[in-house]
């Protein structure tokens, strides 16, 4: 039996690793089903089969409301911003060839809080559109920054790496200047969003997150092939004739974008971008043509199982997502360290 | 007549940073809302006559100097030893997540034994220190090759978004733990408790002296491991000792002030281009140089918003974001 399809045309070229496939199918069908079960949980609890026909539009219209409304843009919004925080952070585990970076790690998390805590501190009463938008552009500076103090002749991996510790620590510096300095009413909806939550998402914030995420993930898919060329190191990349200062801002490009995004609908989730890039790994390896889409896949499963939990742990008081993938992610993260000690 | 020489060189170096200290005390003492001359501040601190400014001297901005001086010096010292024994130029308390260990140690006893007292918070914030030491120094030198400049800074980094993510978690679930905290959480010598303080005072001044007691042993260690036990040294103790002083004076820093980063990173640099490579200068000239430090960005953080202040550690840590950067370009070694 074949493992994998080549596509070629042109300068395209593509493997479709059947695995990869078969992986990607399990992954959705258990999201799917975690979805319907998040969407009848809560205060008004419904039958899965409920859930189900209301989604495909065949039920009484009874739960309209509450699932087509309230729970299910937020279970959608879940599951695209984990993606995408997974993405970028396999897009960075692979561009550092470093198991341990991830969007939180090198300062693109702390752009964006940055930018949305000086919204809501600084004015509170901007659009909401300001928020988003302020996110993003934080990310985008702070990566902007990190990388061109990075450059001596080259970005070597080590010095991205560093340099980005170093600018998240002057963001982190910049923000808790703000939190300190702000009205506790307001600070505390401020560490809310640093925590990360997709508590109150609605429809609109989907159309505001999915255009980002249109162009980024196939681009991300595109670049897959030369950010496997970049995963062999600087010399045999060039080697192999890669352009590789480019591919390497591009890529790096693409993951902020992602984070950005991510960061801008439901605040700083932790831990997704480095969790789900390991899980996929370990389930199709480490060619990043079939990583990215299951890296993808994983942190929207993550990000949703983790909203799930959080609703129903302690209810009827919701522990925000973020806290419960700081939790889960933060041993997994030790392990993760223990396990790489040869790397 | 060399040896007197290499003798006079760093101890006319100490004797300058020493004066400058006593200088910076008195004019952050003198510095603020009210400012207060040399001669007053003189007065208070010998035939205290209950005027408002000797009051506010030795209530509010003694103490402050005092633990700003204190604080600091800790820092540095810390990080000196850190740098030497694990051969890191970015060592420091603020960057390997012995900082961020003791305030998750100190928040995590806020939020679940809801107590507000502050010696609680010291015993805490030791405990925090420690462990954080340990997973730090043990992630950072398994597997193949042992530790490494690199393996060890990234586990610092990945240990400080840790803990400091499940910190941010334990502040969203309690407004209360929120609203006192996050003063506290950006590091601040202002309003400080002079019996915390004094509490402290006996773990800071022992890990001082340890310190300053291990210098040659700190000197030979620092030529790397190898080196070290072939000149006959037990390294396993004299790291042991040097980790818990490393404990001691972050730990109690962070009881007192919060987390406060930069010092411990840089002073070691500045010391070094001083005295050179001898940790028995070294380690005092750092304490004294961290001293002014902090008094200086604590002058800053009163002054740059003022009326209003800024939490010194906002300050210090903007100041070190560019030297750890600069650190980082002139390259870390990746063996």
């Known amino acids: 039996m074949r493992k994998a399809v080549t596509l070629r045309r042109g300068p395209l070229s593509f493997q479709i690793n059947l695995r990869v496939i078969g992986v990607l199918l399990g992954l959705l069908a258990v999201t799917l089903g975690v979805m319907i079960i998040n969407m009848g949980l809560g205060e008004f609890p419904i039958a899965p089969v409920d859930v189900l026909k209301t989604v495909l539009g065949l039920g009484t219209g009874e739960y309209d409301f509450i699932v087509g409304t309230l729970r299910l843009p937020r279970n959608f919004v879940a599951f695209f911003v984990g993606g995408g925080l997974a993405l970028s952070g396999a897009i960075l585990q692979g561009l550092t060839r470093n198991p341990l970076a991830a969007p939180d790690v090198i300062g693109i998390t702390h752009g964006a809080n940055l930018g949305a805590v000086a919204v809501l501190i600084l004015a509170p009463t901007a659009p909401l559109i300001a928020l988003p938008g302020a996110a993003i552009g934080g990310a985008l500076a702070a990566a902007t920054i990190t990388y061109t103090l990075a450059w001596k002749g080259g970005t070597a991996p080590i010095r991205l790496i560093l340099v980005g510790m170093g600018i998240a620590s002057a963001l982190q510096a910049l923000t808790t200047l703000l939190l300190t300095h702000g009205n506790v009413i307001v600070v505390s909806q401020a560490m809310v969003w640093i925590t990360g939550s997709v508590y109150g998402r609605s429809w609109e914030h989907l159309a505001r997150l999915l255009p980002w995420l249109v162009v980024a993930i196939p681009a991300a898919l595109l670049l897959a092939r030369h950010a496997n060329a970049l995963q062999l190191g600087d010399d045999i990349a060039r080697g192999l004739g890669a352009r590789v200062e480019r591919n390497r801002g591009l890529l790096l490009a693409i993951s902020v974008i992602l984070a950005g995004a991510a960061v801008a609908t439901c605040g700083a989730v932790g831990f997704v971008g480095l969790m789900a890039p390991h899980i996929a790994r370990q389930l199709v390896g480490p060619s990043q043509g079939g990583l990215f889409p299951v890296a993808t896949v994983a942190g929207g499963l993550i990000l949703v199982t983790a909203d799930m939990l959080g609703r129903t742990l302690f209810a009827p008081i919701e522990v925000p997502a973020g806290v419960i993938t700081a939790a889960v992610g933060a041993p997994y993260f030790l392990w993760l360290l223990f396990r790489s000690r040869n790397a | ?335």
């Open chain 2, 1 to 335: 007549m060399s040896t007197i020489r290499a003798r006079t060189a760093p101890a006319a170096a100490l004797m300058l940073g020493v004066l400058l200290l006593l200088a910076c005390a008195a004019f952050s003492i003198a510095y603020g809302l009210m400012d207060i001359r040399l001669s007053t501040i003189y007065e208070a601190l010998t035939g205290f006559n209950a005027s408002p400014e000797h009051y506010i001297v030795r209530t509010v901005r003694l103490p402050r100097a005092l633990i700003a001086a204190t604080v600091g010096a800790a820092l540095a010292v810390a990080g000196a030893i850190m740098q030497a024994l694990t051969r890191n130029p970015l060592a420091a308390p603020g960057v390997l997540g012995i900082n961020a260990g003791a305030s998750l140690a100190v928040v995590a006893a806020m939020f679940l034994l809801n107590t507000a007292s502050l010696s609680v918070y010291a015993w805490f914030a030791f405990l925090g220190a420690a462990l954080a030491a340990v997973l730090v120094y043990s992630l950072g030198s398994l597997g193949r090759g042992g530790m490494t400049p690199l393996k060890l800074t990234v586990a610092g980094a990945a240990l400080t978004a840790l803990f400091s993510s499940i910190t941010q978690g334990l502040m969203v679930l309690n407004e209360r733990t929120l609203d006192e905290m996050r003063f506290w959480m950006a590091g601040s010598v202002a309003g400080r408790d002079m019996t915390l303080f004094l509490q402290v005072l006996p773990f800071l001044g022992a890990g001082l002296l340890g310190a300053f007691v291990m210098g040659k042993q700190i000197t030979t260690l620092s030529l790397g491991e190898d080196v070290a036990r072939g000149l006959g040294q037990r390294t396993g103790w004299i790291k042991a000792g040097a980790a818990l002083i490393v404990v001691l004076l972050a730990g109690s820093a962070v009881a007192v002030a919060g987390p406060i980063s930069f010092i411990g990173l840089a002073v070691p640099h500045i010391a070094r281009k001083i005295v050179g490579t001898d940790y028995r200068w070294i380690l005092p000239l750092s304490a004294v140089l961290g001293g002014i430090l902090l008094l200086l960005a604590d002058i800053g953080a009163r002054a740059v918003l003022r009326p209003q202040e800024v939490a010194v550690g906002i300050m210090t840590a903007l100041l070190g974001a560019p030297f750890f950067i600069a650190l980082a370009r002139q390259g870390v070694k990746k063996t």
